[in-house]
């Protein structure tokens, strides 16, 4: 049974740093893997999503790689900034169709200003 | 874009009562929508699958006569949670995939569910 793990649950850090959210996963056979931002009490907001075939994504400050061997993610937040703050999700996608999402608990970030 | 609404986005009803929650795409005409399930810092869970004109497909665990699910439509979806309880207080979540695009599901904003 898949699972994915997201360390740590929480972090705080000033505004400015630069800091990488970890995820990591059961089983190596998934399709793609996607990360989310999810503000309080809000939907799903899409950050990045990595294909099977890539090893990484980037879109502005944010870097997200992907090791399907190692079953691991990790999303790399640069020059971090308060308005960062917010729970980001990792999922896992397990079919080319995209129907079957497996999603890690989050980690929720704070950046002080 | 790919925008997906869900009305209401809070509801508070009794214990015993139903509710319906829509979940819309705006636009774009979706081919599957999903309904996950959130409880405060879990994991967003599948609850179930749905095709426009089909019954939905559940997953295991969860009650379809309790979570009744209807897709009317290429841009509508409805989740209607009957005979309430505490227990079934949650963030209820859809999401949409594009007809011919797949690979990527678009999220709504949620819908906080409380019942007393």
């Known amino acids: 049974k898949q699972e994915v793990t997201q360390i740590p649950a929480a972090l705080s850090v000033p505004e400015g740093e630069n800091l990488v959210l970890n995820c990591s996963f059961t089983?190596?056979?998934?399709?793609?893997l996607q990360w989310f931002r999810q503000d309080p009490g809000k939907g799903l907001t899409s950050l990045l999503l990595?294909?099977?075939?890539?090893r990484e994504q980037t879109s502005g400050r944010l870097n997200a790689s992907l090791d399907k061997s190692s079953g691991r993610s990790t999303l790399y937040i640069a020059a971090s900034q308060p308005g960062d703050s917010a729970t980001y999700l990792c999922?896992?996608?397990?079919?080319?169709?995209?129907?079957?999402?497996?999603f890690g608990k989050g980690t929720t970030l704070s950046v002080s200003s | 874009g790919a925008v997906v609404s869900q009305h209401p986005s809070r509801v508070i009803c009794k214990s015993g009562t139903s509710v319906k929650i829509e979940c819309r795409s705006l636009?774009?005409?979706?081919?599957?929508m999903f309904w996950y399930r959130q409880f405060p810092k879990q994991s967003l869970m599948l609850m179930a699958t749905?095709?426009?004109?089909?019954?939905?497909?559940?997953e295991q665990g969860v009650e379809k006569d309790k979570f009744l699910i209807n897709h009317a439509s290429l841009t509508l979806s409805t989740l209607t949670v009957t005979s309430a309880h505490p227990e079934d207080s949650s963030f209820y979540i859809c999401?949409?995939?594009?007809?011919?695009?797949?690979?990527?599901?678009?999220f709504g904003p949620g819908t906080r569910l409380t019942v007393l």
């Open positions: 999401s949409a995939s594009k007809v011919g695009l797949t690979n990527e599901q678009f």
């Open positions: 089983d190596s056979a998934i399709y793609n």
């Open positions: 990595i294909q099977s075939s890539q």
């Open positions: 999922a896992v996608i397990l079919n080319q169709a995209g129907t079957a999402l497996i």
């Open positions: 636009d774009f005409q979706a081919t599957t």
């Open positions: 749905s095709n426009e004109g089909s019954k939905a497909t559940y």
